[in-house]
C-alpha cells in the first residue's frame, strides 16, 4: 500500500520560510518523480515543483528562485524548501508521486498515481 505524507505546513510571515516535507513508502522511490501541487480556496490545483529520478528539478515560474525542491531516496522523502513567502502562496500543499516520469506531462496532476492529505500553508501579512 502506497503511502505519501506531508509535514511541515503552519503558519508564516511574509518574506519568510517554510519547509515542506514527503515521506513515502510501499512502493520505490528512487524510480517516482515527485511533485508538489497546491490548491487555494475556490482556485484550481496547480503545479508547483517537480523532481524526477535523475534529479532533474522543475518550478513553476512564480516560485522559481524561491523554493527548492529536493529528494533524498535513501529515506524515501522529498522536500520543498520555501523562502520569500508571499501571501499568494498560501494554500494546501500535496506531494504526488508518478512512475512514468513523462516530461512533457509533468506539470499536469492527471499524470500523478498517488497523492498525500495535503499540508495546509498559510502566509499572513
Known amino acids: 500500500q502506497v503511502q505519501l505524507v506531508e509535514s511541515g505546513g503552519g503558519l508564516a510571515q511574509v518574506g519568510g520560510s517554510l519547509t515542506l516535507s514527503c515521506a513515502a513508502s510501499?512502493?520505490?522511490?528512487?524510480?517516482?518523480?515527485i511533485a508538489w501541487f497546491r490548491q487555494a480556496p475556490r482556485k484550481e490545483r496547480e503545479f508547483v515543483a517537480a523532481?524526477?529520478?535523475?534529479?532533474?528539478?522543475y518550478y513553476r515560474d512564480s516560485v522559481k528562485g524561491r523554493f527548492t525542491i529536493s529528494r533524498e531516496n535513501a529515506k524515501n522523502t522529498a522536500t520543498l524548501q520555501m523562502n520569500s513567502l508571499r501571501p499568494e502562496d498560501t494554500a494546501v500543499y500535496y506531494c504526488?508521486?508518478?512512475?512514468?516520469?513523462?516530461?512533457?506531462?509533468?506539470?499536469?496532476?492527471?499524470?500523478?498515481?498517488?497523492w498525500g492529505q495535503g499540508t495546509q500553508v498559510t502566509v499572513s501579512s
Open positions: 504526488a508521486a508518478d512512475r512514468n516520469g513523462i516530461l512533457s506531462s509533468i506539470r499536469d496532476s492527471n499524470t500523478y498515481d498517488y
Open positions: 523532481i524526477r529520478w535523475s534529479n532533474h528539478m
Open positions: 510501499g512502493l520505490t522511490f528512487n524510480r517516482y518523480t
